[in-house]
């Protein structure tokens, strides 16, 4: 028998043993692939949800909670006797009430661990379904049924929300489509979604346990939903036409031919995407632009979808990533802002406001940021501007360090603690990668030049040029100082790509650092832990920009370059070696064995850290001659030219 208390929600379990029941009114089918009866329990937990038995163990007093008693134990820790309102981690099922009676999506929370306090759970909906839906023998008082039933009026409307399950498609697979959208379907069990790309291989690969793309964290991720609410799938036509929202998460390529060769933004697969949704659409859509793209490409896409719409109603948001590869599940987690750009019309701010309403589900109402859609296309391109230009701003100073003998570490440092300034994009490097900051810079540029802005558009093109500049400074300096010549001289290259914890290489400095060996008929041994051979070869065989054109579209068998030899091994890399580039900031390379390194290498035996991840000194005590960016020159190189 059961008490309860609205006012401070307290549940008291009064004597007896605990008395179990389905509430026969709320029965209903399951849903979700594994959906196979109507919400009904079963012994180890609801048929049609993921069956996963209660495990309450709360810390106030009470004990461990009974296994069979399936999503009891989500409301709060379940104890063998005592008072139930003290916390703990438990199942929760999340269910919602339908027209036809329960539905189960076989969602898990947790409660709050060790607080002593009862976990209320945001929409008192869950706590409805989690407290009445249980097995056995015997109702719950009429009282209790009563209460419940209030709350579920209160949140009425939440729940009307919520009746028809929500389904998102996305198309394109790659680093942004899908470790975004498997953290949606983490965090929203209630939502179904589909990832889908023309690429057989990588849905393929998506499907097996080698994922196509390395990034922390994204393989656990990915196991907890794929097959459950989170699919991949090369049915594209199929998928969009079941979907309520389509996020479009495409390739958008700096032209490399035509109007704006070099600058502006290809928009080929956006035009190509918006045209397939529009003609295999049979209701309404959300459309969402997740790739970065030019200020006004909703308007066109718009158009597009217009003018073929049949009668569908289509609205366009812009929906940008701002995440960082090697952390990018964690930004997924916790991002420091969502933002999300609509029409301002009646029928914008709707389409807004469900796309929020996904997000809301684990981030933050005041980290979600709504605006128009002009405004949100444009942030994305000035935030990444912002970010390069501080990399290029302090790598334009480590120049200057190595001139005069300081230190750039200690100048970075400096500055950093300037509040107004801040520590982050000080570190001075080999010069910055990856698929966004040059894209779009060139592309910023591109969009001031149009606009009749050509002060604006010089203004950010210097970004890039000192990161051109900062490049190619590295391999004069590696040139000048092994006698002005690389030759035939093995130059072992630790890392390539463009970054620690991701195996990405799109615009790595590590490719133009190694093409400015080449030149100089260097033979290259290259060692990364991330990246494969076949990578290596097509990224120093591919012309600028082909690299982000899908893979079909790329040269099927570029030219191995015959002077570059791929290891899996950094000692194996260094053997013979007569010099070392380290140009990504992997860890392991911080650790590694450099005595033995040196007793390997020719002599004398250089060192050229593009990362600043060794220690100068000791590397010079073992004998090695050292250049390390921004920091006061060896002895060696004083008297070495800076430039060939």
Not at 242 to 271: C, H
Request: aromatic share 8%; charged share 25%.
């Amino acid at each position: 028998m059961f008490s309860i208390s609205s006012s401070n929600c307290r549940i008291v379990r009064s004597h007896g043993a605990l008395e179990d029941h389905v509430l026969q009114e709320m029965r209903g089918p399951g849903v979700g692939p594994d959906a196979d009866g109507g919400g009904a329990c079963s012994e180890g937990g609801l048929s049609g949800d993921t069956k996963a038995n209660g495990e309450g163990c709360y810390s106030g007093g009470g004990g461990r909670g009974a296994g069979r008693m399936g999503v009891w134990p989500a409301v709060a820790g379940c104890g063998e006797a005592g008072v139930l309102e003290e916390s703990g981690i438990g199942v929760v099922q999340e269910l919602y009430l339908g027209p036809d009676g329960l539905r189960g999506g076989g969602s898990r929370e947790q409660g709050d661990e060790g607080s002593g306090q009862r976990h209320w759970p945001a929409n008192p909906t869950k706590l409805l379904f989690a407290i009445t839906i249980r097995e056995g023998r015997g109702a719950p008082e009429p009282s209790i049924r009563a209460f419940f039933y209030s709350l579920l009026q209160i949140r009425s409307h939440e729940t009307a929300q919520k009746l028809k399950m929500v389904k998102i498609c996305c198309l394109g697979a790659g680093y942004v489509g899908g470790p975004t959208m498997a953290v949606i379907a983490l965090k929203c069990p209630s939502v179904e979604v589909v990832v889908v790309d023309i690429s057989v291989a990588r849905i393929a690969a998506w499907n097996s346990d080698q994922l196509p793309i390395y990034e922390p964290g994204l393989d656990d991720v990915v196991k907890k939903c794929r097959g459950r609410n989170l699919f991949f799938s090369t049915e594209i036509e199929k998928h969009i036409g079941q979907a309520d929202i389509v996020f479009v998460s495409v390739n958008t390529p700096t032209k490399t031919r035509g109007l704006g060769a070099g600058m502006a933004a290809d928009l080929t697969y956006w035009e190509s995407a918006a045209r397939m949704i529009a003609d295999v659409a049979k209701s309404d859509k959300i459309v969402v632009e997740k790739s970065t793209v030019p200020v006004k490409t909703a308007e066109a896409i718009e158009k597009i979808l217009i003018h073929n719409s049949k009668g569908i109603n289509f609205q366009i948001l812009s929906n940008p990533e701002f995440l960082a590869e090697g952390t990018a599940i964690q930004d997924l987690f916790n991002p420091d802002r969502v933002l999300i750009g609509g029409r301002e019309t009646p029928e914008g701010k709707k389409a807004v406001q469900a796309l929020k309403q996904v997000y809301a589900n684990w981030v933050p109402e005041d980290r979600i940021i709504t605006t128009n859609l002009w405004s949100a296309e444009l942030s994305k391109l000035a935030a990444n501007a912002f970010l390069a230009q501080r990399i290029s701003s302090v790598n334009a100073i480590s120049a200057l360090c190595e001139a005069t003998g300081a230190d750039v570490a200690e100048v970075a440092y400096s500055v950093g603690k300037d509040t107004r300034i801040g520590p982050k994009f000080l570190s001075a490097s080999v010069g910055f990668g990856g698929s966004c900051f040059q894209k779009d810079i060139l592309s910023l540029v591109y969009i001031c030049e149009c606009n009749g802005l050509p002060e604006v558009a010089s203004y950010w093109k210097d970004v890039i040029k000192v990161n051109d500049y900062q490049k190619s400074r590295f391999v004069n300096r590696v040139v000048s100082s092994m006698f002005n010549t690389v030759s035939e001289k093995k130059i072992a290259v630790l890392g390539f790509a463009f970054k620690k914890d991701t195996g990405d290489t799109r615009e790595t400095p590590a490719i133009d650092v190694c093409k400015g060996l080449l030149g100089d008929k260097a033979k290259i041994s290259i060692y990364d832990p991330q990246v494969s051979e076949e990578q290596i070869q097509r990224d120093l065989a591919l012309k600028k920009f082909d690299w982000d054109h899908p893979v079909h579209l790329q040269p099927t068998s570029p030219t191995a370059v015959k002077q570059v030899t791929v290891t899996w091994d950094a000692y194996e890399a260094t053997k013979g070696a007569h010099g070392v580039c380290i140009l990504t900031e992997w860890d392991e390379f911080r650790k590694l064995d450099y005595v033995k390194i040196y007793e390997n290498m020719q002599k004398p035996a250089f060192i050229f850290d593009g990362r600043n991840v060794i220690d100068p000194q000791k590397l010079r005590e073992i004998g090695f001659i050292v250049f390390s960016i921004g920091k006061p020159l060896d002895p060696w190189l004083k008297d070495m030219p800076a430039v060939v």
